[in-house]
């Protein structure tokens, strides 16, 4: 099994320009997670959705939409953007009763300038 | 919001040497998760605990859940290039799970 697959792995957006990642898991996973990993800043929830057809913000949702498009995939959308959006994004999932943990991906680096 | 605050931040040890790093809450968690993360990688599930004062180990990975069920621990031993990373801790709560920013860990040969 793939896990959670993450597209793409590395992007260079200038300031103001639009783009969506995208996520997608084959585990059967109900749960689904947008984090962004910054230097000394750890793993920062964005946005998450606990089943398929919900979604909630995290702890930094500005300049960030998401969509639930099915179980299997969750997309992170940046409208316009910023140099504060550089970042290492991760996606993960996780099963009903998840103090099992969280499956993540490989991360998608993202450098905006 | 809660937090879990790990410690150190950074370790700089010599191969072979043994490592200690813990992770504290101000609340109660039922669960601790401990995750490795390797360079240009995601977090990986190492070690999870779901009783107070259970010890649980994964080859040279040993990671205990204190009984006041606030904190948790992680040792290494003998370690090796590989066990460079960063090692998060992590817990439940409301409807997610929260991370530790991490215990960084550097090898030096």
């Known amino acids: 099994n793939a896990g959670v697959t993450q597209t793409p792995k590395f992007q260079v957006l200038k300031t103001g320009q639009s783009m969506t990642l995208q996520c997608a898991q084959d585990?059967?996973?109900?749960?689904m997670y947008w984090y962004r990993q910054d230097p000394g800043m750890g793993l920062r929830l964005i946005y998450y959705s606990a089943s398929e057809g919900t979604t909630d913000k995290g702890e930094v949702p500005n300049g960030y939409n998401v969509s639930r498009l099915n179980k299997r995939e969750f997309s992170l959308r940046l409208e316009s953007a910023a140099p504060s959006q550089t970042s290492v994004y991760f996606c993960a999932s996780s099963d009903v009763g998840f103090d099992y943990g969280y499956t993540f991906g490989s991360g998608t680096r993202l450098t905006v300038v | 919001g809660q937090q879990l605050n790990q410690s150190p931040q950074s370790m700089f040890i010599q191969e072979g040497e043994d490592v200690s790093m813990n992770c504290t809450s101000s609340?109660?968690?039922?669960?601790w998760l401990w995750y490795k993360q390797e360079p240009g990688e995601g977090p990986v599930l190492l070690i999870a605990?779901?009783?107070?004062?259970e010890l649980t180990s994964n080859g040279r990975l040993t990671a205990q859940f204190g009984i006041t069920r606030k904190d948790s621990f992680l040792n290494i031993s003998a370690s090796i290039p590989s066990d460079v990373g960063i090692y998060f801790c992590a817990g439940p709560w409301g409807d997610k799970i929260i991370f530790g920013k991490g215990t960084r860990l550097h090898i030096l040969p």
């Open positions: 605990l779901y009783k107070a004062g």
């Open positions: 585990m059967n996973h109900n749960s």
């Open positions: 609340s109660i968690f039922n669960t």
